[in-house]
């Protein structure tokens, strides 16, 4: 018979003492630039994009690197993909060892066709497979464990999928409150999501379509304890700010204001500028270019060059276009 597993750390219970509002993992988003912005702006804790467990496990570098902490990294959430109980057992160890995260978690969300077969939401087809993940991964990390999934592949199996979870041993689930086949359509049902943190122990973080302030706070009601937020974050790190001082009290829901220009200007280079200690100016500045127009959505006339800038300087010559001292 195997030992339960010890947990050393109870990062998601301290967390979790009053609601938090965390970063969740966005694939070609959520790297260490923008989780340190996310981070410096509020966010309780960031989750990684998600790392194939086969291809870290392996060395492979593109999957190290997109998990791979910048140095001293705080509150650093890992998220693994795959479907192999050894494989997820060595690489939560290998994490744990090599990335010191403060948590590992695991994606049964993921609904690319690509990997179809190999983890994420074909998880929620086969959940016993999931409980089966859940517990080789404890076995080999003594961080918490927890998972990400939608509602179901087709329909919605959450309730059944969250038990068995808990089960399974999991710290914490994080519920997007979508069906894989939906993917990003329609809204996410934050009735299924409420049913769900009604029905289980452990705590449970809500996610899909929150956008601002306003919406975070409709969303506690639901009874979750906290709210991922991914798209709304992008181009938008001081939501986080927004609610924090909401929630200590320093502002009302609606009175903390939308972020002005100059704000907006000196955050989207502060974002460039860790791109660019992270990635060099050639590769930080083109990874950029998806998001940095983001940044100026009452600006659409920037918005072509932002997407075409080549360098930093290119950058401070468009936002010269706002009139503002930078
Ligand atoms: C571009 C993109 C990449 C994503 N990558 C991941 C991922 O790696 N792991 C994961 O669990 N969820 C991923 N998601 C799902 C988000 O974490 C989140 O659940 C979803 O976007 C709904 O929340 P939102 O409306 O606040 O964005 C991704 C979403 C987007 C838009």
């Known amino acids: 018979m195997v030992a339960e597993p010890v947990v050393k750390t109870q990062f998601y219970v301290e967390m979790l003492k009053q609601p938090r509002a965390v970063l969740a993992p966005m694939a070609g988003y959520t790297d260490a630039p923008f989780r340190r912005l996310a981070l410096e702006h509020g966010a309780a804790w960031t989750v990684s994009e998600m790392l194939l467990a ?10 190290t690197e997109l998990g791979a902490p910048y140095p001293g990294e705080p509150n650093l959430v890992l998220q693994l993909f795959g479907d192999d109980p050894q494989v997820l057992h060595d690489a939560a160890a290998k994490a744990e060892r090599e990335f010191a995260p403060v948590a590992i978690d695991l994606n049964m969300g993921c ?55 808990e089960a399974a041993g999991v710290a914490l689930i994080t519920v997007h409150g979508r069906t894989s086949q939906q993917r990003y359509t329609g809204f996410a049902d934050w009735e299924a999501i409420a049913k769900v943190a009604q029905t289980v122990q452990v705590p449970v973080l809500g996610c899909g379509d929150v956008l601002n302030v306003e919406q975070y706070f409709a969303r506690l009601e639901t009874g979750v304890a906290g709210v991922m937020i991914g798209r709304g974050a992008v181009g938008n790190p001081w939501i986080f700010r927004q609610i924090n001082a909401v929630q200590s009290g320093q502002s009302g829901v609606g009175t903390q204001g939308v972020a002005s220009s100059s704000e907006r200007a000196q955050t989207a280079l502060r974002h460039t500028q860790l791109n660019i200690e992270w990635y060099g100016e050639f590769h930080g500045i083109r990874q950029l270019r998806k998001v940095l127009y983001k940044y100026f959505p009452d600006q659409p006339d920037l918005h072509p060059a932002l997407k075409r800038v080549n360098t930093r300087s290119e950058l401070e010559t468009v936002l010269h276009n706002l009139n503002i001292s930078l």
């Open 54 to 63: 086969r291809g870290f496990l392996a060395g492979d570098r593109q999957s």
């Open 111 to 165: 609904p690319a066709p690509k990997l179809a077969g190999r983890g994420g939401a074909c998880l929620l087809q086969t959940p016993e497979r999931a409980y089966e993940l859940i517990r080789a991964m404890r076995q080999g990390t003594s961080l918490e464990v927890s998972a990400k999934i939608r509602l179901g592949w087709d329909e919605n199996r959450s309730l059944e999928v969250a038990l068995g979870l």
